[in-house]
């Protein structure tokens, strides 16, 4: 049987669910009785049955909990404040992969100055740190040639929203200064970069690429951005992310992939993605919720690392899902993903969800990986996908490397269910759009948009949230016990553990593993929690056994 309800009925169903997270509430439905019938209508979309009894004892609660539900959005809580509630990936005794903390990359050697400076556009950060420590380049003339590069492709692939020129050319020429007097800070020294605008900072507009924010400013830095100038780094851009970290489309259009302009870069850390592939920027910041750096890093064959949930402080990022946000680097090439990794990592104080973990890194030196023990998915890879042919040269690569491969399985959960989290989470990130009807300035409207989202997310009853929950701490203990006689696993990096290692908080290294259709196509590494020193190597060894990260796109149009 239908269920027919005019529409003031839906909504004050929506208000008298005692476990919703809000609803849109006005004083006319505030007034709107609550009754046993109404209750019974309610039930039907939560999947309950409670008798007339039974509905007719919550009737005190329910218009006791309505009242409070309007008290609580006249707070105007700001997306920058967490819930008193702070999810923690460690299962019940962990001990950490690492037990010191210690980083050391190699130096490039004898690395010259290219007589045709274009050549830049794709050196790696070390090779340009070579160049800047031994004066053959300086960081204004570095900051300079991709700050012009920025501006020269972003008409056409989009990846820009604010071009940070002014505080680029005061940081580069304090760099200059500084390496000059001999005081060298390390390998980010002079070094550009751009970062998604979901971060913070101070003089430029931070938009999280949305119409409903777009002349929005922050007074304030983000640890990631202070982090890594702190490092000598130089702010030259703020890059594109789909409207509030989903997909690509954003205010100004859609970003593109420098591969092949008809497409998009995906997203969510679309610019990022696509300004490095594109050798505009030596690298960038990217965040990922649900795929937001696995995704444009395939897409466009950038090479970016997922950091443990954690690792690296949100304070000053825009919240999607307080619980699942992460920030990491997408770069040329592994090494570069530790050494920009290494800058940001680590507790500040101001993120309360940050945890303290050693991080211990070395180059990895030659190819091997005997002795290392590696779990593939195996059920993944007996599937027909795009990338499966890749996906299978790519086990046989690591065992001529001499990995051992363990078949390895994920806990049998109902992943995509689980993720109700980052539905009601992000539903309370951006209640006030909902309720003040700022959600209709979204770029997209259509039924799996924010907008549809965001207003469904009140729907949610807060008990099953809960249980949402603590089948994530399920998925946490069951995965620790299969990854105990393991260093870490590979997989496709579109099947179930995008899903799963999201939830979990589990690390990955994604990067390119060939060609599909002229496009590249990629490999996801995942290793333990806070096992990101072991990632990198293992990564980075596969890596130097390749030339996949090695491949530009023409830039022909």
């Given at each position: 049987?239908?269920?027919?309800?005019?529409?003031?009925?839906?909504?004050?169903?929506?208000?008298?669910?005692?476990?919703?997270?809000?609803?849109?509430?006005?004083?006319?439905?505030?007034?709107?009785?609550?009754?046993?019938?109404?209750?019974?209508?309610?039930?039907?979309?939560?999947?309950?049955?409670?008798?007339?009894?039974?509905?007719?004892?919550?009737?005190?609660?329910?218009?006791?909990?309505?009242?409070?539900?309007?008290?609580?959005?006249?707070?105007?809580?700001?997306?920058?404040?967490?819930?008193?509630?702070?999810?923690?990936?460690?299962?019940?005794?962990?001990?950490?992969?690492?037990?010191?903390?210690?980083?050391?990359?190699?130096?490039?050697?004898?690395?010259?100055?290219?007589?045709?400076?274009?050549?830049?556009?794709?050196?790696?950060?070390?090779?340009?740190?070579?160049?800047?420590?031994?004066?053959?380049?300086?960081?204004?003339?570095?900051?300079?040639?991709?700050?012009?590069?920025?501006?020269?492709?972003?008409?056409?692939?989009?990846?820009?929203?604010?071009?940070?020129?002014?505080?680029?050319?005061?940081?580069?020429?304090?760099?200059?200064?500084?390496?000059?007097?001999?005081?060298?800070?390390?390998?980010?020294?002079?070094?550009?970069?751009?970062?998604?605008?979901?971060?913070?900072?101070?003089?430029?507009?931070?938009?999280?690429?949305?119409?409903?924010?777009?002349?929005?400013?922050?007074?304030?830095?983000?640890?990631?951005?202070?982090?890594?100038?702190?490092?000598?780094?130089?702010?030259?851009?703020?890059?594109?992310?789909?409207?509030?970290?989903?997909?690509?489309?954003?205010?100004?259009?859609?970003?593109?992939?420098?591969?092949?302009?008809?497409?998009?870069?995906?997203?969510?850390?679309?610019?990022?993605?696509?300004?490095?592939?594109?050798?505009?920027?030596?690298?960038?910041?990217?965040?990922?919720?649900?795929?937001?750096?696995?995704?444009?890093?395939?897409?466009?064959?950038?090479?970016?690392?997922?950091?443990?949930?954690?690792?690296?402080?949100?304070?000053?990022?825009?919240?999607?899902?307080?619980?699942?946000?992460?920030?990491?680097?997408?770069?040329?090439?592994?090494?570069?993903?530790?050494?920009?990794?290494?800058?940001?990592?680590?507790?500040?104080?101001?993120?309360?969800?940050?945890?303290?973990?050693?991080?211990?890194?070395?180059?990895?030196?030659?190819?091997?990986?005997?002795?290392?023990?590696?779990?593939?998915?195996?059920?993944?890879?007996?599937?027909?996908?795009?990338?499966?042919?890749?996906?299978?040269?790519?086990?046989?690569?690591?065992?001529?490397?001499?990995a051992e491969l363990i078949p390895f399985e994920l806990p049998a959960l109902p992943y995509g269910d689980m993720l109700i989290v980052l539905s009601a989470e992000s539903g309370a990130a951006f209640q006030e759009l909902s309720l003040s009807n700022r959600d209709d300035l979204l770029v997209r409207q259509d039924k799996n948009a924010w907008p549809s989202g965001f207003r469904s997310a009140h729907f949610i009853p807060a008990v099953e949230y809960?249980?949402?929950?603590?089948?994530r701490a399920l998925l946490i203990e069951q995965l620790n016990q299969k990854m105990k006689d393991i260093d870490l696993f590979v997989a496709p990096s579109f099947g179930m553990n995008l899903r799963a290692t999201n939830l979990s908080g589990h690390p990955c290294v994604v990067l390119p593993n060939g060609f599909r259709n002229g496009l590249p196509g990629s490999i996801t590494f995942t290793g333990q929690l806070f096992g990101e020193g072991k990632?990198?190597?293992?990564?980075?060894?596969?890596?130097?056994?390749?030339?996949?990260?090695?491949?530009?796109?023409?830039?022909?149009?």
């Amino acid at each position: 049987m239908k269920l027919h309800l005019h529409r003031n009925s839906i909504i004050t169903i929506l208000c008298i669910l005692s476990f919703t997270l809000g609803g849109f509430i006005t004083q006319k439905f505030e007034e709107e009785k609550i009754t046993v019938s109404l209750i019974k209508q309610a039930q039907k979309i939560i999947g309950l049955d409670f008798s007339d009894a039974e509905a007719d004892t919550m009737l005190q609660d329910l218009e006791r909990r309505r009242k409070g539900y309007a008290a609580l959005r006249k707070l105007n809580i700001s997306n920058s404040i967490a819930p008193a509630l702070n999810f923690n990936p460690l299962p019940a005794g962990y001990r950490f992969p690492d037990q010191a903390n210690y980083f050391k990359v190699s130096a490039q050697q004898n690395i010259k100055l290219p007589a045709d400076r274009e050549k830049l556009s794709f050196f790696t950060i070390t090779q340009l740190a070579g160049l800047i420590q031994s004066k053959q380049i300086t960081s204004v003339e570095l900051t300079r040639f991709f700050i012009n590069r920025v501006k020269k492709y972003d008409p056409v692939l989009l990846y820009a929203v604010s071009i940070t020129e002014e505080r680029a050319m005061k940081q580069a020429r304090k760099a200059d200064a500084e390496i000059a007097a001999g005081k060298y800070r390390g390998m980010l020294h002079g070094i550009p970069f751009g970062v998604k605008d979901l971060l913070a900072t101070k003089d430029y507009k931070t938009t999280w690429g949305s119409v409903a924010y777009k002349d929005q400013k922050i007074d304030m830095d983000a640890t990631v951005v202070t982090r890594l100038e702190n490092a000598g780094a130089v702010l030259i851009a703020k890059m594109t992310l789909g409207e509030l970290a989903m997909g690509d489309v954003w205010f100004g259009g859609k970003t593109k992939n420098p591969w092949d302009i008809k497409r998009g870069s995906s997203g969510s850390s679309a610019g990022s993605a696509s300004a490095v592939a594109a050798g505009c920027l030596p690298f960038a910041i990217g965040s990922e919720t649900l795929g937001s750096i696995v995704s444009p890093s395939t897409e466009c064959g950038t090479t970016g690392l997922r950091p443990s949930f954690g690792r690296v402080s949100k304070h000053g990022a825009m919240a999607l899902s307080w619980s699942m946000d992460k920030l990491g680097p997408i770069t040329r090439s592994v090494e570069d993903c530790a050494i920009v990794f290494n800058a940001i990592q680590g507790v500040d104080g101001k993120d309360l969800s940050a945890i303290a973990a050693p991080f211990n890194y070395t180059s990895q030196v030659g190819t091997s990986l005997k002795g290392t023990r590696i779990g593939y998915i195996r059920s993944e890879f007996k599937l027909k996908y795009s990338n499966s042919s890749n996906d299978s040269i790519t086990l046989v690569k690591l065992k001529e490397l001499g990995a051992e491969l363990i078949p390895f399985e994920l806990p049998a959960l109902p992943y995509g269910d689980m993720l109700i989290v980052l539905s009601a989470e992000s539903g309370a990130a951006f209640q006030e759009l909902s309720l003040s009807n700022r959600d209709d300035l979204l770029v997209r409207q259509d039924k799996n948009a924010w907008p549809s989202g965001f207003r469904s997310a009140h729907f949610i009853p807060a008990v099953e949230y809960i249980q949402a929950n603590r089948a994530r701490a399920l998925l946490i203990e069951q995965l620790n016990q299969k990854m105990k006689d393991i260093d870490l696993f590979v997989a496709p990096s579109f099947g179930m553990n995008l899903r799963a290692t999201n939830l979990s908080g589990h690390p990955c290294v994604v990067l390119p593993n060939g060609f599909r259709n002229g496009l590249p196509g990629s490999i996801t590494f995942t290793g333990q929690l806070f096992g990101e020193g072991k990632l990198l190597k293992v990564a980075q060894a596969y890596q130097k056994a390749t030339v996949f990260n090695q491949n530009h796109p023409s830039l022909k149009f």
